[in-house]
């Protein structure tokens, strides 16, 4: 019910959009929001999750949520679905572009179209979200905020990561650009980066020859060679609310998360 959590009705009356809302990070971003009372776009490709988070969001107090099936890479379907929000539901009070797919593979092995698929998703689907939700937002002159998720992997060079993390070095640049453009017109910008949160993202990790159970072994092999402790999504949900209710603009959501070290 709403009202109950830590964000008791911080949101209520406001509209949510979430993409990659079917699974992991994004599922808890909603429902968080959810239960902080705002209403709720559950964006993500695969349908059935992203209806299942709607469902799961009015559950969990969301006055209205719906389920948009939208792959973000797709700019006429981004752009349909800007349309499709502002007439039906309103402008997008707080937009977070969370959708993201792993790629694992050393850089000379990862091929133009592994390395395209990655950028289309991770850094494409960021642009398109934030130019036409971040333009309503604009036009409308009520602000707002924007949330794009980075990771500790757009400061932490990896051998084993190098398109991933380009595209994650891309999403915290914009997101600095984007937060110095909008700030005078009162919409916050963040870049969140999480460290290592167990969630279903490696078993997108198939491209470049990689087997999803290898890459989930692999990691927490990682994980426990460099220390990093593994987070559940919540925490990082909760940290996307906080970043909004405080304006924050770069958060490295766990304490691992701060740079310096290759990894892998
Ligand atoms: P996940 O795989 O559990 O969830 C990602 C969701 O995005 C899935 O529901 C998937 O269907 C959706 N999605 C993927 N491509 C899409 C597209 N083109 N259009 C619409 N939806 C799409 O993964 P997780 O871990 O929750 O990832 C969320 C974000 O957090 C990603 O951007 C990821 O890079 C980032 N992240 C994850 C970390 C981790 O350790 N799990 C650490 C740091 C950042």
């Not at 559950?59 to 700019?75: H, I, K, N, T, Y």
């Not at 990896?158 to 009162?186: D, H, I, N, Q």
């Not at 890459?215 to 906080?242: G, M, N, S, T």
Request: glycine residues 10%; positive net charge.
């Amino acid at each position: 019910s709403a009202g109950t959590g830590k964000y008791a009705d911080r949101f209520g009356g406001q509209l949510a959009l979430v993409t990659g809302a079917g699974s992991g990070i994004g599922r808890a971003t909603a429902l968080a929001f959810a239960e902080a009372g705002a209403r709720v776009v559950a964006v993500d490709r695969d349908a059935e999750s992203a209806a299942r988070t709607a469902e799961l969001s009015r559950l969990a107090g969301a006055p209205e949520a719906w389920a948009e099936p939208v792959d973000v890479s797709d700019e006429q379907a981004m752009e349909k679905l800007a349309q499709r929000v502002a007439t039906q539901y309103g402008v997008v009070d707080v937009l977070v572009n969370n959708a993201g797919i792993g790629l694992s593979g050393s850089f000379l092995d990862t091929a133009p179209e592994d390395w395209k698929k990655v950028l289309d998703v991770n850094l494409w689907g960021v642009i398109h979200g934030c130019r036409l939700f971040g333009r309503q937002m604009a036009e409308r002159g009520q602000g707002g905020h924007i949330v794009n998720t980075a990771s500790a992997a757009a400061y932490l060079p990896s051998k084993a990561l190098p398109a991933y993390s380009t595209s994650k070095a891309a999403v915290l640049m914009l997101s600095e650009c984007l937060r110095a453009e909008l700030a005078g017109r009162g919409i916050g910008v963040t870049a969140i980066c999480p460290g290592f949160v167990n969630t279903n993202i490696t078993s997108t990790a198939r491209f470049a020859g990689v087997d999803a159970e290898e890459e989930k072994r692999r990691q927490k092999k990682a994980a426990r060679l460099y220390r990093l402790r593994e987070y559940p999504p919540e925490k990082v949900a909760d940290a996307i609310l906080r970043a909004v209710v405080r304006n924050e603009a770069v958060v490295p959501v766990t304490p691992e998360a701060r740079g310096g070290r290759l990894l892998s």
